[in-house]
T-cell receptor, first 114, second 112 residues
Framework: DTGVSQDPRHKITKRGQNVTFRCDPI?????LYWYRQTLGQGPEFLTY????????KSRLLSDRFSAERPKGSFSTLEIQRTEQGDSAMYLC????????????FGPGTRLTVL | EDQVTQSPEALRLQEGESSSLNCSYT??????LFWYRQDPGKGPEFLFT???AGEEKEKERLKATLTKKESFLHITAPKPEDSATYLC?????????????FGIGTKLQVIP
């Protein structure tokens, strides 16, 4: 399968713990995006990378959130000191620079904060 | 602030009953409008990109159209496997960087 992959698919954690998610984009895609989606809502943009550079961060991304994309390949999204309001589906997508809107999404990581 | 409004929020159709989903937008500097399909528990699946008013795209039973203020996703003779949430998204340029804003989606249920 050459699509976008995310790991883990599900994560249950206790409030206050740190969690890290991984995204492996389609190999030739140089743009990578993180979104958050809660039940009944559309995906909300969090941040995106062009190669290894983080180009934009949403104001939704508080100081407890950090994302990296070392070497312009896979990306990680870390949430520190998780809160119950962080419970959501975290989606990763990738695209080719020339076709920026045609983003291909991974299956998502479902986070539940108890 | 960019706004994307989808209607209806939910739609129930009989198999074979054609209908349309609406996506209206208020943005500055549209750089593309996109339709995605999302099945429960999965990531969105790309369907169409539309860039300019008057443009149309088709794929199987789906046809997307674009005007200056809205887009329609027409579903012709739907089948139960077309049941999903259909998401509309717009891409704009803000401060030199791209931004993608999604609507909340239309949940479509096709009854056999």
């Amino acid at each position: 399968d050459t699509g976008v992959s995310q790991d883990p698919r599900h994560k249950i954690t206790k409030r206050g713990q740190n969690v890290t998610f991984r995204c492996d984009p389609i190999s030739e895609h140089n743009r990578l995006y993180w979104y958050r989606q809660t039940l009944g809502q559309g995906p909300e943009f969090l941040t995106y990378f062009q190669n290894e550079a983080q180009l934009e961060k949403s104001r939704l991304l508080s100081d407890r959130f950090s994302a990296e994309r070392p070497k312009g390949s896979f990306s990680t999204l870390e949430i520190q000191r998780t809160e119950q309001g962080d419970s959501a589906m975290y989606l990763c997508a990738s695209s080719v620079l020339a076709l920026q809107g045609e983003q291909f999404f991974g299956p998502g990581t479902r986070l539940t904060v108890l | 602030e960019d706004q994307v409004t989808q209607s209806p929020e939910a739609l129930r159709l009989q198999e074979g009953e054609s209908s349309s989903l609406n996506c209206s937008y208020t943005v500055s500097g549209l750089r593309g409008l996109f339709w995605y399909r999302q099945d429960p528990g999965k990531g969105p699946e790309f369907l169409f990109t539309l860039y300019s008013a008057g443009e149309e795209k088709e794929k199987e039973r789906l046809k997307a159209t674009l005007t200056k203020k809205e887009s329609f996703l027409h579903i012709t003779a739907p089948k139960p496997e077309d049941s999903a949430t259909y998401l509309c998204a717009v891409r704009t340029l803000s401060g030199g960087y791209q931004k993608v804003t999604f609507g909340i989606g239309t949940k479509l249920q096709v009854i056999p």
